[in-house]
């Protein structure tokens, strides 16, 4: 006599898939979990170049060693503000990001401080040599004034844009230095207000040592900060 027709306990399949056991429904939340963990993986890989510039620049820098410019701490990131450009062209102002930016505020009018600190930041990004790509130099102009017709040949290679005076106080605002006519400040790639150097010598008679001197000062801590983020930063946005 043959032997009787064995049949095991699985559900009858009625659909062109099988139906889930038991087993594949605990292992769901297991993969889910591996994925989870191989995401947050990835984004710390992508975050620690980064992160590692900036802690090489702030805290393994050799003793001895002193900032020009001072920190912004917490670094404040750039406001979703729409700006002008001068022919009235509307410019998102987080569009700027991608770059390293070395960048002023002041009238249209650009008095006395505003020239000096406008020429000695197109001195500065010029004398970057081979990073000098890395960084755009910005002037913010924060009123509806006209910018004198003299002044535009000494703009060239500059981004100009008009902004509201409200939005960019609330961002750039850090204490009496900040508030000073001229200070110049650096945002990093990532869009960050992170440092703000004092505003310099602005009288027509001021010795040129005292000016390439400040020059020297604001470069040196520029071109510290792109060498600690030459791992992650390229020219060009």
Avoid at 35 to 63: D, H, Q, T, W
Avoid at 172 to 190: K, N
């Amino acid at each position: 006599m043959a032997n009787p027709e064995r049949f095991d306990d699985r559900p009858v399949e009625l659909a062109v898939h099988a139906m889930p056991m038991p087993q594949d429904m605990q292992a769901e939340p297991d993969r889910t979990r591996k994925g989870r963990l191989k995401m947050l993986l990835v984004l710390i890989a992508c975050a620690a170049p980064v992160v590692a510039s900036y802690f090489s620049y702030y805290v393994l820098r050799p003793e001895g060693r002193s900032n020009f410019g001072v920190l912004v701490q917490p670094p404040r990131p750039i406001p979703a503000l729409t700006a002008q450009t001068l022919d009235g062209q509307p410019l998102a102002l987080p569009s700027l990001r991608g770059q390293w930016l070395l960048l002023s505020v002041a009238h249209a009018a650009c008095d006395a401080q505003c020239q000096s600190t406008l020429f000695l930041q197109r001195q500065l990004r010029a004398g970057l040599g081979k990073d000098t790509d890395r960084v755009d130099w910005v002037w913010l102009i924060d009123d509806d004034g006209v910018v004198p017709p003299e002044m535009l040949p000494r703009l060239e290679g500059a981004t100009v844009l008009r902004v509201a005076p409200d939005g960019l106080g609330q961002w750039l605002d850090g204490g009496p230095q900040s508030a000073t006519p001229g200070t110049s400040f650096l945002v990093d790639p990532q869009g960050d207000l992170m440092m703000r150097f004092p505003a310099p010598e602005a009288r027509a008679d001021a010795p040129i040592q005292d000016k390439l001197a400040y020059a020297k000062k604001v470069k040196r801590d520029v071109e510290r900060l792109l060498r600690a983020s030459a791992s992650w930063d390229t020219p060009g946005r």
